[in-house]
């Protein structure tokens, strides 16, 4: 069997850990499906005194994890440290300009800076992988840069967020308001102390900037994403929701804008926006429950797509991980977005407010007449068709009604001029919470 593939791991977390664990006790199997061993000779984290729950003793530690990048005896470096900017960053740098692969689970660093990499990358001869930096265990980026790699994707969308989607599913399950829930994810370990990154959509950005460019031959535009998170639902929606014959999710969709491209001098733009949806009861995305990611792509050629497993845990997203070092070691140092960083499009943002489909709208007013007939008045002046309007019978302790709107089919500018008539209303006490309902 061919020479050892000695890797450095850079950060010994939960999937630190796990890599250590997946490595020692698959060994032999591994070396198979590789056609080589893979050895772990360094390894690099804060604290040399934590128990991480392996023993680390066999291992060469290095304090300083930059150093890693400068070892000869290392071919792949693996960066578990986390940021998009920083250490992250600067051993990312460091290791391709060494000559040495790169695996990472690091999707805001791929999101903010991974065009920069592939093209450092392919200009060394070397592999920069990052399959673990979207949904966990699931093995999407592999399935659209190889399985589907002959289609033209025409979207992809998804639930890219464990924690939001264990959230809306537990609340769905319970009646409980969103801030129980999240404490008690807290307390379980499914949210982190600061929720702020999943619970406002910003980590499921990250995955769908990255998704989006691998399935679209587009330059990464994480700014670009229209991004809204899911602290501003309450269980009524959760309770109206079902009422309706849907479910709330927070989707990631993605898709090239052609309808654009006249009055952007023949170039496509691209759509990417992350937010609550209602999704209806027969979606596959719809029986998606706790903390399981899924993910649907539709090609030209393959149709629709669905990858679904678990999105995150030291075991699923460690075997993501060292799926792309045993790549590595077979020789693969395919492109990181599935064609040459240089062949990636640019493609500027797609404007949203021609595009068609239905709404949610939760508004929350006072109890006294007269308010529905403002908020009627705004949508016919909008040009808004309303479907179905549903009113929370009592009013709560504050003397306020939730009433909701499902819209009929029409262009999103109209519900966006609505709102705008409606803003500083004294008929309303919040602002109105609207989403969009999956494939209407």
């Known amino acids: ?10 950060g010994l977390g939960t999937v630190g850990g796990g890599v250590v664990r997946l490595i020692e006790t698959n060994a032999a199997l591994i070396a198979r499906r590789a056609g080589r061993p893979i050895r772990i000779a360094a390894v ?17 530690w290095v304090d300083d994890t930059a150093a890693l990048a400068a070892r000869d005896d290392i071919d792949v470096v693996v960066e578990m440290v986390g940021g998009s900017d920083g250490p992250a960053l ?28 592939a093209a450092a990358a392919e200009a060394k001869g070397v592999a920069l992988k990052f399959e673990a930096a979207v949904a966990g265990g699931i093995p999407v980026i592999k399935g659209l840069s190889e399985g589907a790699a002959a289609n033209a994707i025409e979207r992809v969308y998804g639930i890219l967020n464990g924690t939001c989607n264990y959230i809306l599913s537990t609340m769905e399950d319970t009646g409980a308001d969103f801030a129980d829930v999240l404490a008690d994810a807290q307390k379980l370990g499914y949210a982190e102390a600061d929720p702020t990154f999943d619970i406002e959509g910003i980590d499921a950005a990250h995955k769908l900037s990255i998704l989006a460019a691998i399935a679209f031959g587009s330059q990464l535009r994480f700014d670009a994403v229209e991004t809204m998170g899911i602290s501003r639902v309450k269980a009524a929606d959760i309770e109206q929701a079902r009422s309706l014959g849907y479910v709330i999710r927070l989707i990631g969709t993605a898709g090239v804008d052609n309808a654009q491209a006249n009055g952007a001098g023949g170039a496509p733009r691209l759509f990417q926006r992350v937010r609550p949806h209602l999704v209806p009861i027969d979606h596959p995305l719809a029986h ?31 075997s993501a991980v060292v799926a792309d070092i045993i790549d590595i070691a077979r020789g693969e140092k395919g492109a990181a977005f ?30 006294r007449p007269g308010v529905l007939a403002d908020i009627t008045a705004a949508m016919r002046d909008a040009g808004v068709s309303i479907e179905s309007l549903i009113q ?35 008929s309303l006490t919040a602002k109105p919470l609207v989403m969009q309902i999956l494939g209407a």
Do not use: C, W
Request: aromatic share 4%; net charge negative; no cysteine.
């Open 1 to 10: 069997m061919a020479e050892p593939l000695n890797i450095a791991l850079a």
């Open 44 to 60: 690099s984290a804060r604290d040399r005194t934590k128990d991480r729950g392996v023993d680390l003793s066999g291992y060469d």
């Open 90 to 117: 600067s051993l990312a740098r460091n290791a391709i300009a060494g000559g040495k692969g790169l695996v990472t689970a690091n999707k805001a660093m791929i999101a903010h800076h991974g065009l920069e990499l």
């Open 288 to 318: 998606v429950d706790g903390a399981t990611n899924a993910v649907v792509a539709e090609g030209n050629f393959m149709g629709r797509l669905l990858f679904q497993g678990a999105g995150a845990g030291d075991g699923p997203t460690a």
């Open 338 to 367: 599935s064609m040459p960083a240089g062949e990636l499009e640019a493609m500027e943002p797609a404007e949203t407010g021609h595009r068609v489909g239905s709404a949610y709208i939760r508004f929350t007013v006072p109890d």
């Open 392 to 426: 929370k019978g009592d009013p709560d302790q504050d003397g306020e009604v939730i009433l909701a709107v499902v819209t009929h089919p029409g262009p999103e500018s109209a519900v966006t001029e609505a709102m705008r008539i409606l803003d500083g209303s004294d």
